[in-house]
């Protein structure tokens, strides 16, 4: 968890995923990529991909330690990821593209995280 330290300097780059909402600075989904969704979105090193996949305006903040013990994480289907900060609400869309990949390739069901469609029971 030591490793999601953001300065209070560095709080404007922040970023969300809008597959998994996981926020993360620029500089870290350009160095490492998305600890959930780098099979698929390929955000490390990619300029483009990172201002396609994430988005800056995001609300609240939800910070896990173990996703797989909690329930605001299974509220927020988050409960298969890794430990870290995530939005509640990511606003934006995942260009067609990326989400026919997601959904024809690897059959994921894209779930926007802004409240745009209506949740999924699972």
Known sequence: MASAFVAPGQQRYLRACMVCSIVQTYARFRDGGCPNCEEF?????????????????????????????SWVAKWQRLDKYVAGMYAIKVS????????????????????????????IDQ
């Open 41 to 69: 979105l390929r955000l490390q090193g990619s300029q483009d991909q990172i201002e396609s996949c994430t988005s800056q305006v995001f609300e609240g903040v939800i910070t896990l330690a173990d996703p797989t013990k």
């Open 92 to 119: 934006g869309q995942l260009p067609d593209e990326v989400r026919s990949t997601l959904e024809e390739e690897y059959r994921i069901p894209y779930i926007p995280r802004d409240g745009s469609e209506a949740e």
